[in-house]
């Protein structure tokens, strides 16, 4: 069957349109031929973020920002929707980060991926964050180094002021008299010096004399230093014998432990003590001598019948233990604080400035006071409390420190993993 030229011109604008339809929905990213998930990600804020930025997983476009929508409940949060190839598959507790694709801000969705077996359903809620504007990175940076050139302007006026104080005409006038006082002193210096001298000179014979007595004297010395050193050791050793030579106080000892001696003898003799009824009483030794036969038929009948005096289990359990089930969850050090504010000037925690909000820390770094609050091991607890300090501070970001040291939030996600 032959067909005419206006059905051929119908099949050619179906197909025609086809291909148009086909071509800007591949345009926006969405491929008909190609299979899709569709998830969910609910923001604070976007930052620039639109319909067809890019969603990234290690660098590699997985798929595209579909829509953008506000939250129904009428909270201000953003709904952002986009597409990702079905092949591959998010684990849970990823996080979908907003972050700057290129130095011109342009603004794309990196996933950063979590070891869980288990993946997220299409049409599931992804946690979502936002990575630090260049703004506020850069503030944080340049603040320290305002601090010091504010510090050398000081400095360097003071250097000035001083300068200009020491070269006026009184002090210029000081100076010069203070040089001429050196050039005295110097001058009556080398005079005692030129004295000194004279002296010498007239008695040299006289100095020689004294030097030759004092060699004689030195050398008498070296010739005898056994014999001087056997004397002064015989002096050290006599006076520590008799340093320690005490004639009362041997005494005194001898006579309160001759006192001590007839005491004790006294009262063994008597029937008023324990050690005299030991001694003395009859009846004492014949208790205790019945009390060793008691003694020793006991132990026969216990050696003979063992079992009427001993039980025992032949199991053993041994001690009871309890495990913790509550163990700690930030096993990696890291915690992650909701960042307020940052300034040169320190604010009291307690003052009005953070009123509504409870456990403010102060954090100090590079000449400037970070203000933060909260203190999470895990991320979603941070975010529960970042969506309550946002009410009242809606700049306030989430950071995140290792070991007391603040570091990226992206390494600290995937550090957790």
Do not use: C
């Not at 604070?44 to 129904?72: H, W």
């Not at 100095?207 to 056997?230: A, G, P, Q, R, S």
């Amino acid at each position: 069957m032959r067909l005419s030229k206006y059905t051929k011109l119908g099949i050619l604008i179906i197909v025609s349109i086809a291909l148009l339809i086909w071509g800007l929905s591949y345009l926006k990213g969405n491929d008909i031929f190609k299979q899709n998930n569709a998830y969910h990600v609910v923001y604070e804020r976007i930052d620039g973020l639109v319909e067809s930025s890019k969603v990234t997983m290690n660098g590699y476009q997985i798929g595209q920002v579909k829509s953008i929508n506000f939250a129904p409940d009428n909270s201000g949060k953003l709904i952002v929707t986009f597409i990702a190839d079905a092949a591959f598959r998010i684990p849970l507790n990823s996080v979908a980060q907003i972050v700057s694709s290129d130095i011109m801000g342009t603004r794309s969705i990196k996933m950063i991926i979590s070891n869980e077996i288990e993946v997220y359903l299409p049409y599931d809620t992804i946690p979502g964050a936002v990575e630090t504007d260049l703004k506020e990175q850069v503030s944080m940076q340049i603040l320290p180094i305002k601090n010091k050139a504010e510090q050398l302007l000081s400095t360097i006026d003071s250097a000035i002021t001083v300068l200009t104080i020491i070269f006026n005409e009184d002090a210029r006038q000081n100076l010069s008299k203070s040089f001429a006082n050196i050039n005295q002193t110097i001058e009556n210096i080398e005079k005692t010096t030129a004295d000194l001298q004279n002296i010498v000179a007239t008695e040299k014979s006289s100095i020689k004399i004294i030097i030759t007595n004092i060699e004689d004297i030195t050398t008498t010395f070296n010739n005898n230093t056994k014999v001087l050193e056997t004397t002064i050791q015989n002096l050290a050793s006599f006076s520590d014998t008799l340093a320690n030579i005490s004639i009362s106080p041997v005494l005194t000892n001898i006579s309160e432990a001759s006192e001590q001696i007839l005491l004790i003898l006294q009262k063994l003799n008597s029937d008023e003590s324990t050690a005299g009824l030991l001694l003395n009483d009859d009846k004492l030794y014949k208790s205790i001598t019945d009390l060793s036969e008691n003694l020793s038929f006991l132990i026969t009948d216990i050696q003979a019948n063992p079992k009427r005096y001993l039980h025992f289990s032949a199991m053993d359990f041994g001690k009871e233990y309890y495990i913790n089930a509550n163990a700690d969850g930030n096993s990696k050090n890291i915690v992650f604080k909701v960042h307020l504010v940052s300034t040169e000037n320190q604010i009291p925690t307690n003052s009005k400035y953070f009123e509504g909000i409870e456990g403010v820390d102060e954090y100090y770094a590079s000449g400037a006071y970070s203000y933060l609050v909260g203190a999470a091991g895990s991320y979603s607890e941070i975010v529960i409390i970042h969506d309550e300090v946002k009410k009242i501070f809606p700049d306030a970001t989430i950071v995140s420190f290792k070991n007391g040291r603040l570091i990226k939030l992206e390494k600290a996600l995937k550090s957790l993993h």
